[in-house]
């Protein structure tokens, strides 16, 4: 996939019109629409694993633990993660990079383990202790499903938009990160 806009322009041949490759970058329209067709069939997968009594997991510093007791989870908070200029770009964010960015989605994943590969096990994440918590897909206002093709679940990332309320999240777990030597 290309990282423009494909302009497929009409041509004419001996029985009619047909599509012409980009000019730009040589993909058929074929190519686009079995892109689409393929991303299409990983989101439907994913949708098909999203139950709504599923279980999803973010991880967040114990340091936020009293805050999220009292207000629960809210997007548009400070991250913990990629919350540099400089670590964005490492991680190849293609958002804007000034400081102060911030998501204005919370994240969660089907798994502890793969939530804590997409927050505390970052290089950006800071040391110390961090919690788990626990939700279900239903808890969530307007959930987002990012689908993977690299995972059997089919789920990369749930996201929302909205804030989850405390009376929706379990504390199900504590780790603590070592400082990198």
């Given at each position: 996939?290309?990282?423009?806009?494909?302009?497929?322009?009409?041509?004419?041949?001996?029985?009619?019109?047909?599509?012409?490759?980009?000019?730009?970058?040589?993909?058929?329209?074929?190519?686009?629409?079995e892109?689409?067709?393929?991303?299409?069939?990983?989101?439907?997968?994913?949708?098909?694993?999203?139950?709504?009594?599923?279980?999803?997991?973010?991880?967040?510093?114990?340091?936020?633990?009293?805050?999220?007791?009292?207000?629960?989870?809210?997007p548009?908070?400070?991250?913990?993660?990629?919350?540099t200029?400089?670590?964005?770009?490492?991680?190849?964010?293609?958002?804007?990079?000034?400081?102060?960015?911030?998501?204005?989605?919370?994240?969660?994943?089907d798994s502890?383990?793969?939530?804590?590969?997409?927050?505390?096990?970052?290089?950006?994440?800071?040391?110390?202790?961090?919690?788990?918590?626990?939700?279900e897909?239903d808890?969530?206002?307007?959930?987002?499903?990012?689908?993977?093709?690299?995972?059997?679940?089919?789920?990369?990332?749930?996201?929302?938009?909205?804030?989850?309320?405390?009376?929706g999240?379990?504390?199900?777990?504590?780790?603590?990160?070592?400082?990198?030597?």
């Open positions: 996939m290309t990282a423009h806009d494909c302009m497929f322009p009409e041509i004419l041949v001996e029985y009619g019109e047909c599509l012409a490759p980009c000019a730009e970058c040589g993909e058929t329209p074929l190519d686009t629409f892109l689409a067709i393929a991303q299409a069939e990983a989101a439907e997968d994913a949708l098909a694993q999203a139950t709504p009594e599923r279980h999803l997991f973010h991880w967040s510093p114990a340091t936020n633990r009293k805050q999220i007791v009292r207000y629960g989870l809210r548009g908070r400070r991250p913990v993660t990629h919350s200029a400089t670590d964005r770009l490492l991680a190849d964010f293609s958002e804007p990079t000034e400081q102060g960015w911030r998501a204005p989605y919370t994240c969660f994943a502890p383990s793969w939530a804590w590969a997409l927050s505390g096990d970052q290089r950006s994440a800071p040391p110390g202790w961090w919690d788990c918590w626990q939700t897909l808890r969530l206002e307007s959930p987002i499903i990012l689908p993977s093709t690299d995972r059997a679940t089919g789920i990369h990332e749930v996201r929302t938009e909205h804030r989850l309320f405390k009376r999240l379990w504390l199900v777990g504590s780790r603590h990160k070592r400082t990198p030597r």
